[in-house]
T-cell receptor, first 116, second 114 residues
Framework: AQTVTQSQPEMSVQEAETVTLSCTYD???????LFWYKQPPSRQMILVIR??????QNATENRFSVNFQKAAKSFSLKISDSQLGDTAMYFC?????????????FGQGTRLTINP | NAGVTQTPKFRVLKTGQSMTLLCAQD?????MYWYRQDPGMGLRLIHY???????AKGEVPDGYNVSRLKKQNFLLGLESAAPSQTSVYFC?????????????FGPGTRLTVL
């Protein structure tokens, strides 16, 4: 069974600091995609970054980058120069094939607070 | 484009009542999904649809029914609501079948069953 584990229920850092959110997953598939979604207090789910498993280069999107370790099944998110607007729940997710489609399997989430 | 919209945003039901949640997307997406989000957990898939007129069960389908009569709409029904169905419900849609395709989410519906 594919599972996604986020071991940090809550994190808190000062504005402008760098923070890393952890995620591990379990799968027997060889090619897959991993995602980080942000959920601010508005509840809207916003895609932050995605990573294709067979690409060795880590994905980056402005201040957001990932450290993808395929052998270790680890997919951490690094936020550089954190901003107050980064305060949100962050979900790691694995895209899994299901009959005729695909679904996202989510971790439990990490509540990140950026303090002024 | 409005993207993915959900109606209503909030609802309170009594045990045994029924209701329908409406999801609409204007991106011409083939695939649509209903997830639920409970405290301390990520989103879990309830039902999904790969096209107009088709639906399939997800991870937690019991107590829910769905319909996709029009490509742009995906309805989630609760025939007899139970307190265990208190949750935040998210609809999502995506364009093509593929592991890299982003699922676009609606703003969610907070449902409380008393």
């Amino acid at each position: 069974a594919q599972t996604v584990t986020q071991s940090q229920p809550e994190m808190s850092v000062q504005e402008a600091e760098t923070v890393t959110l952890s995620c591990t997953y379990d799968t027997s598939e060889n090619n897959y995609y991993l995602f980080w979604y942000k959920q601010p207090p508005s509840r809207q789910m916003i895609l932050v970054i995605r990573q294709e498993a067979y690409k060795q280069q880590n994905a980056t999107e402005n201040r957001f980058s990932v450290n993808f370790q395929k052998a270790a099944k680890s997919f951490s998110l690094k936020i550089s120069d954190s901003q107050l607007g980064d305060t949100a729940m962050y979900f790691c997710a694995f895209m899994k094939r299901i009959q005729g489609a695909q679904k996202l399997v989510f971790g439990q989430g990490t509540r990140l607070t950026i303090n002024p | 484009n409005a993207g993915v919209t959900q109606t209503p945003k909030f609802r309170v039901l009594k045990t045994g009542q029924s209701m329908t949640l409406l999801c609409a997307q204007d991106m011409n997406h083939e695939y649509m999904y209903w997830y639920r989000q409970d405290p301390g957990m990520g989103l879990r898939l309830i039902h999904y649809s790969v096209g107009e007129g088709t639906t399939a069960k997800g991870e937690v389908p019991d107590g829910y029914n769905v319909s996709r009569l029009k490509k742009q709409n995906f309805l989630l029904g609760l025939e007899s609501a139970a307190p265990s169905q208190t949750s935040v419900y998210f609809c999502a849609s995506s364009f093509l079948r593929g592991l890299n395709n982003e699922q676009f989410f609606g703003p969610g519906t907070r449902l409380t069953v008393l």
